[in-house]
């Protein structure tokens, strides 16, 4: 029987039409696709979370009902989820039967084990959020801890929780299962919260309607996080399908924004040990998406219309630059600049290049069939980075380190290009004695590109289709297994069926005029009001003493990719660096740590001064000096970088 794995997205709120949770969906079906490459049997579970009195305000001011917003919101995630290539196992909506249901077993479970009692509830609560203010005077507006908005003070009957019983069973648990809460920042944060002491928590209100009744008190309804977290639970069969939820439950792992961390990592682990339920193995809270260095949210109005991103972009740039830009787990800024870039540089340059060439030299000089046999200078070399490769993609991809993943997986393209320059394929075809040289050319770029089409498979499962035909194979590469992946001599006699070119290059210009024609005609906006951010006015300051160009040639700046990045013990400024120079890897310590996470730093390329004499800082030798700009008064680093793809190793004039 093959190994189960369930994942979850939050249920999404339906007072407002789909947004950025677009990316947490991405990052599920990817990881989901992975799992099931691997031998899992896979539950992908997504929906959205319907009731409360936000959402029944929302529907009020539309002229509808709150079931009539329910209904419009959901369908257009179904539509969002199906335009971004998301394949799902179960949608849970909470106004479903069966979710109800599952609600009701709960509540029942929870209150014969002594943990829910009936009082009365008077604080300030955000009605955007769902999230009940510290404060407790009524005279003291209060702000909401979670968006900043005025808080509306209630005071009504309510049936309670019983958290404050669980505070050191959640501690226990938390140190006993230190990979729950990942990453390690979030988990400290959770640590420190539970610690301060836990409230019981109310769980019903009974001044609005719209909401899953108590079931022995039908004047009261839940409170929106007793229902909506009950949805991972009423998905996969909880209070209808017994042999499902067996199966299933406990989830592997809850993808939510770090928002919301909180919610998922101590009031749903209390409720589920009130429910005598396992707790999910794992909440992983990803960082923001900013805009402009602001996080991304519909209250703000700077949200990204996904639909709209994907359909002038396309889903499968959109999935790659998602993943492969953001490190999960941390902030990032969404640039289009960086996503035009992507696609130009890492798709067009690099993998489409590598396919097009490849397909192209096999047809002209080898009647379009993949060569058995032949050897050519730099192969063991291949196919031993191919080997470490899938390795450290599978392990990246494990830890959830998607960033690197990908980064492992362009290490490999970028090789086998050079590889290919190396060998001059078009000059050594000329020469019958070669033949065999050139048989072991286009059979080791091919098989490469195999390689590379099944670790992308998890991302981009059309793009890797595609070339899995291109290269002569049949059937879904998404039945390709992963966890048996190695070189071999597969496509030896295959022919190659080519095709119209994958990327064609994007023009920038004409990309964003059509997205703010769009954004327009949809909102009244463009897309220069979103992820665009002027650069700071630096005040001049004097000039260096003039130099020679012949004192100017002796610094040796180098093109570098940073490979390690770490925190220098005892420095709070400096970062101990590990920089690939192509030729050789470096490591230089940089006064960076303020201005950047070493996590973020890691597959970044940087411009290093590689003649420079080593020295030495806080015991440790640094062998160059990474080059930056200074910003501000405080003279912040702001690394030098590329607009195209440079290889380490490159050398500034």
């Not at 959402?55 to 199906?82: H, M």
């Not at 209630?154 to 958290?163: D, G, N, P, V």
């Not at 539970?194 to 409230?199: E, I, P, Q, T």
């Not at 682990?269 to 809270?285: N, T």
Request: a neutral charge; one cysteine or more.
């Amino acid at each position: 029987m093959p190994k189960t794995f369930y994942i979850t997205t939050p249920l999404y709120y339906v007072n407002a039409p789909p947004s950025w949770g677009a990316y947490t969906t991405i990052v599920a079906d990817a990881i989901s696709r992975y799992k099931r490459m691997m031998g899992f049997e896979v539950c992908l579970l997504t929906g959205t979370d319907e009731h409360g009195q936000k959402i029944e305000r929302a529907a009020v001011k539309q002229g509808i009902s709150p079931k009539e917003l329910a209904d419009r919101v959901a369908a257009q995630y179904v539509d969002l989820w199906k335009r971004l290539g998301i394949e799902y196992d179960e949608f849970i909506r909470t106004t479903e039967p069966r979710h109800y249901a599952a609600v009701g077993e709960v509540y029942r479970r929870a209150k014969a084990n002594g943990f829910v009692y009936k009082g009365e509830y008077s604080g300030w609560y955000c009605v955007d959020c769902n999230t009940y203010a510290p404060e407790t005077d009524p005279a003291v507006p209060a702000k909401c801890p979670d968006c900043g908005r005025q808080t509306e003070w209630i005071s009504e009957e309510s049936y309670f929780f019983k958290l404050s019983a669980f505070q050191d069973r959640l501690l226990e648990f938390y140190e006993k299962n230190p990979d729950f809460i990942r990453p390690e920042t979030r988990r400290n944060e959770i640590t420190a919260f539970v610690r301060g002491g836990l409230k019981d928590l109310s769980i019903s209100r009974s001044k609005f309607r719209w909401g899953v009744p108590v079931p022995d008190d039908p004047g009261h309804v839940f409170y929106v996080w007793f229902d909506a977290l009950t949805g991972y639970l009423s998905g996969v069969g909880l209070g209808g399908k017994q042999d499902q939820f067996t199966r299933t439950w406990p989830a592997d792992v809850h993808l939510v924004g770090k928002e919301i961390v909180r919610f998922h990592t101590v009031y749903w682990p209390a409720f589920l040990m009130a429910f005598d339920l396992p707790a999910p193995r794992c909440v992983f809270g990803h960082g923001f998406w900013l805009v402009g260095g602001e996080k991304m949210s519909k209250s703000r109005g700077n949200v990204i219309d996904p639909f709209i991103v994907s359909e002038v972009f396309g889903s499968e740039l959109l999935r790659y630059y998602l993943l492969r830009e953001m490190v999960f787990g941390q902030d990032c800024n969404l640039s289009y600049d960086a996503m035009v870039q992507r696609w130009n540089s890492d798709l067009a340059n690099d993998l489409g290049n590598l396919l097009s060439r490849t397909a192209a030299m096999i047809a002209k000089y080898r009647d379009g069939v993949v060569p058995s046999s032949g050897q050519a200078k730099g192969d063991a070399e291949v196919q031993q980075l191919a080997a470490r490769v899938i390795r450290e993609f599978r392990a990246n991809f494990e830890d959830y380190s998607f960033s690197r993943a990908l980064e492992n997986v362009w290490e490999l393209i970028a090789r086998v290009n050079k590889y290919i320059v190396e060998n001059e394929p078009w000059a050594i075809a000329e020469k019958p004695s070669e033949a065999g040289r050139l048989d072991g050319v286009l059979r080791r770029a091919a098989e490469s590109l195999r390689i590379a089409s099944v670790l992308l498979a998890p991302v981009l499962p059309q793009t890797a289709q595609a070339i899995w035909e291109q290269l002569g194979l049949d059937g879904r590469i998404r039945d390709a297994r992963l966890d048996s992946l190695a070189w071999g001599n597969s496509l030896a006699g295959k022919k190659i069926r080519g095709g119209s070119s994958l990327f064609p290059r994007l023009d920038r210009k004409a990309a964003l005029e059509k997205l703010d024609a769009l954004l327009e005609a949809k909102h009244g906006g463009g897309a220069s009001a979103a992820p665009a951010a002027e650069a700071p006015q630096v005040a001049a300051s004097a000039l260096a003493p003039q130099i020679t160009i012949d004192d100017f040639a002796k610094v040796d700046l180098r093109v570098g990719t940073v490979v390690e990045a770490e925190r220098v013990k005892g420095a709070d400024k400096l970062l101990r660096l590990v920089v690939d120079l192509g030729f050789e890897k470096r490591q230089v310590l940089a006064g960076i740590a303020k201005a950047y996470e070493p996590e973020r730093l890691v597959g970044r390329k940087v411009v290093v001064v590689a003649n420079l004499q080593p020295r030495k800082l806080r015991g440790l030798e640094s062998n160059g000096m990474i080059v930056a700009a200074s910003l501000g008064e405080d003279d912040q680093p702001v690394l030098t970088g590329f607009l195209e793809d440079v290889q380490n190793g490159a050398r500034l004039r």
